[in-house]
């Protein structure tokens, strides 16, 4: 697999990207000044010419992971895949519950029934908007250093319905697994009136999760069951197969939270890009012929046309809170970008010390000391031993902030 270093000409216009060495000499030569560490990219200090071959990015949109890859005729440029976020439902959640609770201490608070958000149409819940907005965020950051000349985004319809019983017709539809049943008694029924755990009857039972809410299980009836107090207890937050009880977590089937994304979500991703589509089943079919491995990066090369290209170093990219949400407008309407911090340095952040790179672990004792992960290479990191700086900590400097999309390569 190749590295590019990728390369902005003096107006931060994106060029095609040139090789590690080449990248080393005009640095060294003065021509050039490093722009960004991870994914390494350049900017010349010269006016150059802007010859560019065609460029194609392909995306394979996801609720969990999104894969990118832009390839030329010749090489693939970038690959990698995006891991979004999956705790703004649980954030808000208790964003409300502390709202309810500083409700509950005031003697009185005026009526404000206006104060509300009304759902207009083209409303998304916000999980599902912070989904499409990283998805936008993803491809904007991947045209800032390569020349994009082409977007095609996977795109799927998804009936989740036929996905359970692929038989369904008609009126079918409006005939659901619990149909005639509550959900109690639906469940009762379904294991026998026993616990499914320790198997004891004629005891209360309740309601429980396989798959706990809070590890991501949904309150579909295929991921609840029925168990005794006893047992509901000592689960707590395991799944049924941490539990000891892999039969039954074999029992839960896939989660289909997906498929309303991907329906809600491909339109809006694809008329606001104004880009390419393709579908699923064409890319399953291509990957299998070129004999690659199921991944999200693999499916993003074969979307974007890839076939026996020389393959580039794959990326990781995660989203880290930026902890800098503003509210309030300023003087002139905007809302000012704010990075509150209690620290200068900060988790993930990409800091210097005696010459050397490295990544930020944590900061402790009130900002007075701090560890550190090695990076031995810029362009293709590995990890060392966590070291602590306390004394020259003041050596410590900062890079490059962590917050945001957050890059790094995959270590096989």
Known sequence: MSVSVYVLNMRENPLMPTTPQKA????????AKVKQRIPFVIQLKYATGETKEPVTLGIDSGYQFVGFSAVTEKKELIS????????????????????????NRLWYRKPRFNN?????KG???PSIKHKLVSHKRLIEKIKQILPITKVIVEIATFDAHK?????????????????????????LEKWKRKCAYCKKQGIKLEIEHIIPKSRGGSNRVDNLTISCRKCNLEKGNKTAEEFGKPKIQKQAK???????FMNVVRTHLVTDLSCDTTFGYVTKHDRIKLKLEKTHYNDAFVIASGKKQNRSKVLQVKQIRRNNR????NRKGYKPSIRRQRYKLQPHDLVGFEGELFSMKGVFNYGKWVRLTPIKNPIDPKTGKIITINKAIKKVEIVKHGKGLN??????
Do not use: C, H
């Open 24 to 31: 080393r000499k005009l640095i060294k030569n003065e021509k």
């Open 80 to 103: 990698g895949e995006l891991k979004l976020r999956k705790d703004i439902s649980k954030n808000l959640t208790q964003k409300r519950q502390y709202r309810r609770t500083r409700r």
């Open 116 to 120: 509300r958000t009304s759902k207009k």
């Open 123 to 125: 409303w998304f819940a």
């Open 163 to 187: 996905m359970k019983k692929p038989e369904v017709t008609g009126v079918e539809y409006q005939q659901g697994e619990l149909q005639g049943y509550e959900v109690r008694e639906y469940l």
């Open 254 to 260: 896939q989660s289909l939270k997906a498929a309303p």
């Open 326 to 329: 503003s509210i309030q407008t």
């Open 407 to 412: 890059f790094s390569y995959l270590i096989n």
